[in-house]
């Protein structure tokens, strides 16, 4: 076996399985699987379809999921920096499609680096309702802001927060709630053989007791008739079923919503429950639940090991406060009476308008730099956007929420990033042209994916360009902010001048 299995893994899923063991053991024999998923906030099927040069199979419980070929390496095409698609392992696009996000929904991603759940779920949105979503690792956000940056998501809040902080600012305010919870991983052995070889059979209760407090404060922050997708990539019933059966006996409010079985999940395995910690045996009821909810098997369908749960709050019955109570307020209100805590008192956000660096030291004229962006919207741009201007370390972002909602939380991106201002000049930010289609910009160059000059400015270099490839709205300049697009489909800035087009791409973002 090319993949070297923990034994004590490889013993506890030979007495769970039973005769599926042998299967479930060849499948390690298999190429793991790699998969896209088409981005529908910038293209739909059919256009991806007629331009995407690979060969594609879709995933059955992913409408917008393709299987590829891993050698042809789909990041490796300017269609990717487009944000065109995402790559994604074929498993992990099931849970958003449980989630059943509908339009105007507000939507919480509480683990959400390195964001792949957080697009699926802005491409459902479609630039409708709200989408925050957090990581708590510091770290692991500035790859959470960056893929919301690249696929152009307009809508979205990026946190670095506790859930417990997050439950404390928005008690049963969300619609839905995605937890892609925290696990020991055993079902990614075959993808990430590194993950196997790290293994230890104590991750299991470590992460059970983190999973417990995540789907608490969950609970906390679903309004009423609101669904949570609990997701994991492990087998162990410990973070599985027993999570679910344990969350049910704690949250009588809640219920399993059952899966279908049409599309390669499995069913839950109540057999594999045990025991409560006091020794009792789990209601009927709860352990009848469990088998509602499913499982992908790595020796049943093309994709990595995952276990899902369908968790809706029952409607009736009385809140202590309402979603609709909560919008566009800061005042402190209890998030619950059942024992939770309440909120802390307020405190100023380090990222608060006025202040750069947690400090003082650098003030600037909010409404001066506002204004500057009311003026560049007027004259480079030719649609309106929706969104509250805030003005945040110097910067100004298009936010769905209000600035005194934010205040109390470690905020990475408030909202959309449309850019600052320096000298009285309003210089556009990179997420603003990657979010931007190319009817919505003053100054427009198209250049082909099929010849070098796409890769040469996402690269960062200089091209020539002549005067009469640039698409200018009538009456408007040369000179100035151009967005530069591949195919019809933004990348990002650029200025001409004289035959010349001078690269504002950024540097951390360029083709290596």
Same mark, same amino acid.
């Given at each position: 076996m090319a993949i070297q299995l923990p034994i004590v893994f490889i013993e506890r899923m030979r007495e769970l399985l039973g005769e599926e063991f042998a299967a479930f053991l060849a499948s390690y024999e298999e190429p793991r699987y790699a998969g896209i998923r088409i981005n529908t906030l910038k293209i739909g099927e059919a256009a991806f379809r007629e331009r995407i040069p690979?060969?594609?199979?879709?995933?059955? #419980?992913?409408?917008? +999921?393709?299987?590829?070929?891993?050698?042809?390496? *789909?990041?490796?095409?300017?269609?990717?920096?487009?944000?065109?698609?995402?790559?994604?392992?074929?498993s992990a696009m099931a849970p958003v499609e449980l989630l059943e996000v509908t339009s105007g929904d507000r939507v919480l991603d509480l683990c959400a680096a390195p964001g792949g759940k957080s697009t699926q779920i802005a491409g459902k949105l479609q630039g409708t309702g709200l989408l925050v979503t957090n990581d708590i690792h510091a770290e692991r956000t500035k790859a959470l802001a960056k893929n919301i940056e690249l696929c152009g998501v307009r809508n979205a809040v990026v946190l670095n927060e506790s859930p417990e902080r997050i439950a404390e600012s928005f008690p049963y305010y969300f619609d839905k709630i995605l937890i892609?919870?925290?696990?020991? !991983?055993?079902?990614?052995?075959?993808?990430?053989?590194?993950?196997?070889?790290? #293994?230890?059979?104590?991750w299991t209760l470590k992460y059970a007791a983190m999973q417990r407090e995540i789907l608490s404060s969950a609970a906390a922050m679903l309004a009423p008739g609101g669904r949570i997708v609990y997701s994991t990539c492990t087998f162990a019933p410990e973070e599985d079923e027993m999570m679910i059966a344990e969350f049910l006996l704690s949250h009588p409010e809640f219920q399993v919503v059952p899966l279908a079985r049409d599309n390669g999940i499995a069913p839950g395995r109540p057999e594999w429950l045990g025991r409560q910690e006091n020794g009792q045996a789990f209601p009927p009821d709860v352990v009848r639940q469990t088998a509602g909810c499913g499982r992908l098997w790595p020796h049943q369908v093309a994709g990595e090991g995952h276990f899902f749960a369908?968790?809706?709050?029952?409607? =009736? =019955?009385?809140?202590?406060?309402? %979603?609709?109570?909560?919008?566009?307020?800061?005042?402190?209100?209890?998030?619950?009476?059942? +024992?939770?805590?309440? *909120?802390? *008192?307020?405190?100023?956000?380090?990222?608060?308008?006025?202040?750069?660096? !947690?400090?003082?030291?650098?003030?600037?004229?909010?409404?001066?730099?506002?204004?500057?962006?009311y003026r560049?919207?007027?004259?480079?741009?030719?649609a309106p956007f929706m969104g509250e201007p805030l003005l945040y370390g110097g910067n100004v972002y298009l936010s769905p929420?209000?600035?005194?909602?934010?205040?109390?939380?470690?905020v990475v991106r408030p909202g959309w990033y449309v850019g600052t201002a320096k000298n009285g000049r309003f210089i556009p930010g990179h997420p603003l042209a990657t979010a931007l289609r190319p009817e919505e910009a003053l100054r427009v160059l198209h250049l082909s994916g099929e010849t070098g000059e796409a890769i040469r400015y996402l690269k960062g270099e200089t091209l020539t360009v002549e005067a009469e490839r640039l698409q200018c709205r009538e009456g408007a300049n040369l000179k100035g902010y151009t967005?530069? %697009?591949?195919?019809?489909?933004?990348? +990002?800035?650029?200025?001409?001048?004289? +035959?010349l087009l001078k690269n504002e791409y950024p540097a951390g973002w360029r083709w290596t």
């Open positions: 690979y060969e594609l199979k879709g995933i059955p #419980w992913c409408e917008t +999921g393709y299987y590829v070929d891993e050698a042809i390496k *789909p990041g490796k095409h300017p269609y990717y920096h487009a944000g065109l698609y995402y790559i994604q392992e074929p892609d919870a925290p696990c020991s !991983g055993e079902g990614m052995f075959r993808k990430d053989e590194d993950m196997a070889r790290l #293994w230890e059979p104590a369908v968790l809706e709050r029952i409607e =009736g =019955g009385e809140w202590p406060i309402t %979603a609709e109570k909560m919008m566009n307020t800061s005042e402190e209100v209890p998030v619950s009476t059942r +024992g939770r805590r309440t *909120p802390r *008192p307020v405190r100023r956000s380090r990222h608060a308008a006025g202040a750069q660096d !947690g400090s003082d030291r650098h003030q600037v004229d909010e409404q001066e730099v506002l204004e500057s962006w560049f919207a007027r004259e480079q741009l030719a929420l209000t600035k005194e909602r934010l205040e109390v939380l470690k967005l530069v %697009a591949v195919d019809g489909y933004s990348l +990002g800035w650029s200025k001409w001048q004289d +035959g």
